[in-house]
Every structure is written in C-alpha cells, then in structure tokens.
C-alpha cells in the first residue's frame, strides 16, 4: 500500500506540474534605458516613413512630368497636323485657281480662233460682194479709169484685211496649242 500511496503522490505532482500555468520569468528593465530605446526606434520609424513618403512624392512628381511632357506632345502635335493641313488646303486652293485660270485662258484662246475666223469670212465675204460690184460696174462700162483704179485700190486694202485676219487666227491657233 505504501507503494500505492508514493505512485499515486508522484502521479498527482506529475498532473500538478503539467497542468500548471507558466509564468514568464520577467528580467528587471531599467525604464530610462527602455524609454531611450523607444525613443531610438520611434525617430528611426519617423525617418523610414518621412522617406518612403519623400520617395513617393518624387515619383509622383516624375509621373506628373511626364503625363504634362506627353500632353504637351500631343498638342504640339495636333498643332503641326493643323498646320500640315491648312498648308495642304492652301496648296489645294491655289492649284485650282491655277486650274480655273488656266481654263480661263483656254477658253478665251478657243473665243479669239473663233472670233478671227468668224472674221476671215465676213471679210471674204466683203471681198466677193467688192469684187462682184466693181466687175459690175466694169461691164456697164459707166466707170472712168480713175474710177477703175480707186475700186481695184479698195479691193486690195480688202485683201490686206482677209491676210491680217488669217495672221491674227494663226496667232490664235498657236496661242490654243501652247495652253493644251
């Protein structure tokens, strides 16, 4: 029994010992010393964050260079586009005035070849009604030589008229061909 009762003790302080709280053992700390230590890591933490927020301010400040930088390149940009247009525009205008007065001058090219033949043939028409008349009169023979001469006189300054006129549509022909 005796042994009954020692294993039983021993049992007891075995359940005793491991259901037992643990209590931390505790070092004596000097407070100013742990206060100054506080203090250390306290300004340490400080700096750590007043830096990451200078190195955050920074690169925020880069990012905003570069998104003025980029926006500043697109308007710079959009302007010479503008003017790459207005100067594309501008050409466009003067090279249909261009064509427009060209046309123009066609055109009154074209009017004058019309004009001198219109006028080769009134003037050969006039020739014809001369000439008819004067051979005419001839015949009735009512005509005196002096007559005579002054109507063949007129005759040729008709034909002067028919030759100038033929110069002046060949004039014109040439003026027609240069312009095509």
């Keep these: 029994m005796k042994i009954k009762f020692l294993l039983t003790?021993?049992?007891?302080?075995?359940f005793q010992n491991f259901f037992a709280q643990e209590t931390p053992v505790k070092q004596a700390v000097d407070s100013v010393k742990q206060n100054v230590i506080d203090v250390e890591k306290q300004r340490a933490l400080e700096k750590e964050r007043l830096e990451k927020q200078l190195k955050e301010e920074k690169k925020a400040l880069k990012e905003k260079e570069k998104a003025e930088e980029k926006v500043e390149k697109a308007e710079k940009e959009a302007k010479d586009a503008e003017k790459k247009t207005e100067k594309q525009q501008d050409k466009l205008e003067k090279e249909q005035k261009k064509f427009e007065k060209e046309q123009k001058k066609l055109a009154n090219a074209e009017k004058d070849v019309e004009k001198a033949q219109s006028k080769i043939e009134k003037e050969r028409k006039n020739l014809e009604k001369m000439q008819a008349k004067h051979e005419k009169a001839i015949a009735k023979g009512k005509?005196?030589?002096v007559e005579i001469e002054k109507g063949n006189v007129a005759?040729?300054?008709?034909?002067?008229?028919?030759?100038?006129?033929?110069?002046?549509?060949?004039k014109a022909q040439k003026k027609l061909k240069k312009l095509r």
């Design 9 to 14: 003790a021993i049992l007891l302080v075995s």
């Design 155 to 170: 005759l040729t300054k008709q034909q002067l008229k028919i030759k100038e006129a033929e110069e002046d549509l060949e």
């Design 143 to 145: 005509l005196s030589p």
